[in-house]
């Protein structure tokens, strides 16, 4: 029913405003966020998948690493693929896939800030764009729970690898809790944006209504 | 009911309600910036200069904040020209903190919170420009800070990563305001197609 409000706004039924509207709609929002925020999750992971095809390339070590990463790439690459023509398909994924995949970048970052010297390695820069995404798609509570677990991965490999620059562990963890805020908020902004624009709307289209009804 | 908001009322509401996700990224960044002015400053001079660049920020971003509690948000022209202070102070820190600088330097994290907030507040084409401008403004103060780096291929990969980030960023808010925005026209004119509705 929520969406069909949000489709076609004439054919709510007249009459059910205040609290109880407001919680509705805001449900719907949640739901939609997360169906609109799937397109942006996929872009930015396939900007990190070619930046990661292009880093590897570029500065080979040896080998075995070099096909290491290439293999992981593929795979993330093959996931994202499938990603991408469910979505060009319009069959809207499971909140449950989006998320575990979410996942997966994530634990995919740290490994490989992990293995490459955990603070000295410049790749905990994609934790910034992947946060974003996250933070404009997924409800709140969720977005709060990856950012957490992002500041404890980070924050603990940091610790172990670099403890004597803790000032900048600490902004690198700031600035990752910042970009999450900032998505968040902006989300809770467009959702009290369009509640009051669908409330708008409605009071608009009962007011055509009633100056359609003829007098008897 | 195609006419009922129009291009410019809906920029205005961007700046109204966005500005909000400008001002906490600015103190998010004020909040790191006084960690490392009092956490890394060894001498008095540092303390100093730390502090010159701070306290300016932490002004403006008094008197934004304060303006949008009392419902007097700041207009379009100041909020970029806010923004362009931001990435320049950010950008002196890179330079002059002492210590690290150029691409040496770890605070051009500072940039992303800024890029996104502004992203988020301004149409697409503004917001590209201004996240041009941070990219080749980071990359010019590397290049005249740090110019040794150039002969290192590991280095040059390290500023290839942040710009690819730094863009990937501010692309996300370009595009995620996209769809905000799409949504909300929806709202107002359901029979638009989606080309109409992806129109500025």
Known sequence: MSQTV?????????????????VSLADT?????????????????WIMIVSALILAIWN????????????????????????????????????????????VDIAMISILVL???????????????????????????LTLLYTTIVILLYGLICLGTGYDHTDVI???????VAVAYCGSLYLQLEHRRRTEAQEREEAFIDNISAARVEPA | MKGLRTTEQEASEDIFFGQLVIIYARWFVVIAMTILALWTSTTLNQMVIGIVL???????????HGRYLMEKPANRLLLIMLGILDATVI??????????????????????????????????????????FVLLLYSAICVLFSPEFLADMTEVERLSIRLITIAATGMIGVYYYRIQRSRRRRIYAPDLTPAELAEV
């Open chain 1, 29 to 45: 929002w949640e739901k939609e966020d997360l169906a609109y925020g799937q397109p942006v999750i996929v872009t930015v992971r």
């Open chain 1, 115 to 141: 293995f490459q010297g955990g603070y000295s390695s410049s790749i905990y820069v994609f934790y910034l764009p992947a946060i974003a995404a996250f933070a404009v798609a997924f409800p709140r509570g």
């Open chain 1, 6 to 22: 949000i489709d076609h706004p004439e054919g709510k039924e007249p009459g059910e405003g205040g609290l109880l509207r407001r």
């Open chain 1, 170 to 176: 600490v902004s690198r963890l700031l600035m990752i």
């Open chain 1, 60 to 103: 080979v070590d040896s080998m075995a690493d070099l096909r290491l990463q290439i293999i992981a790439i593929l795979l993330l690459a093959v996931t994202n693929f499938y990603l991408q023509a469910q979505l060009l398909m319009k069959r809207p994924l499971s909140s449950s896939i989006v998320y575990a995949a979410s996942a």
């Open chain 2, 54 to 64: 701070i306290v300016p920020l932490i002004a403006l971003n008094f008197f934004v």
């Open chain 2, 91 to 132: 950008t002196l820190i890179i330079a002059f903190w002492p210590g690290a600088k150029g691409l040496y330097s770890q605070f051009y994290v500072f940039y992303y919170p800024i890029i996104l907030a502004f992203a988020f507040v301004f149409p697409g084409r503004l917001s590209i420009i201004y996240t041009i």
